[in-house]
């Protein structure tokens, strides 16, 4: 769905939009730079005096050509954004944008493979974004083009998934065990209290029933459910689009954690029937279909049908509440109550992102 008419509204659609992607492209960064790099030059366990000089040069080296591919492609996609929004983005502009995105593939070249792999994968999604703002292609459309993908296309997950390592794993937006700043947190009919972790938010909501049942949208390859099956709540459905990433998940856990299970489900059309859950926890997702507002307005409405009556959706977003609260969650379902809960994360990627606000939607079922 566009802005709604006005510079004020317009404005903070851009911003709140513009923020998440800045966020996505940073943590990338981090991965490509700090994990990625380092992990395929010493993952074998060179480390410490073992590393010479020349070596640790090259290293840094490549992390700063890497973050300055990252922040460039940051950018870029703030420019389509902000002239899809003004209704400035046509063949001309695309044009000029493709020709930045064309440099930038292949300056990626000079990198390490799994490093020039990943920025070549942000890449296809800038690319996919810009086809499908500039020419409102499907995303199937998108695919077809070559070389672009949009984030709901279950082959780009496949190939994301299938070039990630388990040493490659981490958490979009923000993990359980995550420090956050220290703030007082009023949950909905809860007490409030301080919290200094990104799970003391989740718990009190998580534990709101004695056995409560779990739906995860877009699950990937996060080890949250691992860390809310640890925190005791055992009965969780983790659902994503990757074929590929489900199988290694269940053969991953089957195991330690053999209660729950890993299904092949879009979150825009749920198998389940109606009041099958008392919680469904969303990470990304919802912002991931933000360039599709129908499918958007579906996901939530899906989520509304499958919770039982007095259940909650809990969704952890870079939307601001002007966007994602009122044009969005309250619109598209008939909640008793939402609240946001914002948030800063203050992990161990610290000088990249911190300062960058988060929001937790807890959205009410009557």
């Not at 480390?47 to 940051?74: D, H």
């Not at 809860?190 to 909501?205: D, I």
């Not at 952890?316 to 946001?340: G, H, M, V």
Request: glycine share 6%.
């Amino acid at each position: 769905m566009k802005p709604p008419p006005g510079a004020t509204a317009g404005g903070q659609a851009v911003k709140a939009t513009a923020r998440w992607r800045r966020w996505l492209f940073t943590v990338l960064a981090v991965v490509v730079g700090l994990v990625a790099a380092f992990w395929a030059r010493y993952g074998s366990g060179r480390l410490g005096s073992n590393i010479t000089e020349a070596e640790l040069r090259e290293l840094l080296q490549k992390k700063e050509q890497t973050l300055q591919l990252s922040y460039q492609l940051t950018k870029l996609t703030e420019v389509v954004e902000n002239l899809s929004a003004t209704g400035r983005l046509n063949t001309e502009a695309g044009n000029r944008v493709h020709a930045a995105l064309d440099r930038i593939e292949g300056e990626a070249g000079e990198l390490d493979r799994e490093a020039a792999l990943k920025i070549r994968w942000i890449l296809s999604i800038v690319r996919g974004s810009l086809h499908q703002k500039l020419r409102n292609l499907t995303d199937e459309e998108v695919e077809a083009e070559g070389g672009a993908f949009t984030y709901a296309n279950p082959r780009y997950w496949d190939s994301y998934y299938q070039n990630t390592t388990s040493k490659e794993r981490f958490d979009w937006y923000v993990a359980w065990d995550d420090a956050i700043k220290e703030a007082d947190f009023k949950p909905l009919g809860l007490a409030s209290r301080r919290v200094k972790h990104f799970g003391e938010m989740l718990e009190p909501y998580l534990s709101r029933n004695e056995k409560p049942r779990v739906l995860i949208f877009g699950c990937g390859n996060s080890v949250m459910s691992e860390r809310i099956y640890s925190a005791g709540i055992e009965d969780i459905v983790n659902i994503d689009i990757s074929d590929r990433l489900l199988s290694d998940m269940r053969t991953r856990y089957e195991a330690s954690a053999p209660q729950m299970q890993w299904l092949f489900m879009n979150a825009s059309q749920l198998d389940f029937k109606e009041a099958q859950f008392d919680i469904v926890l969303d990470k990304g997702t919802l912002d991931s279909l933000q360039g599709n507002r129908k499918l958007l307005q579906v996901a939530t409405q899906e989520a509304y049908r499958v919770l039982q009556p007095g259940a909650l959706l809990l969704s952890i977003s870079f939307t601001a509440p002007e966007q994602r609260l009122e044009e969005q969650l309250k619109r598209d379902a008939q909640w008793s109550e939402c609240r946001a809960h914002e948030f800063v994360v203050d992990n161990v990627f610290g000088e990249l992102n911190r300062g960058s606000q988060l929001h937790l939607y807890a959205c009410l079922k009557p």
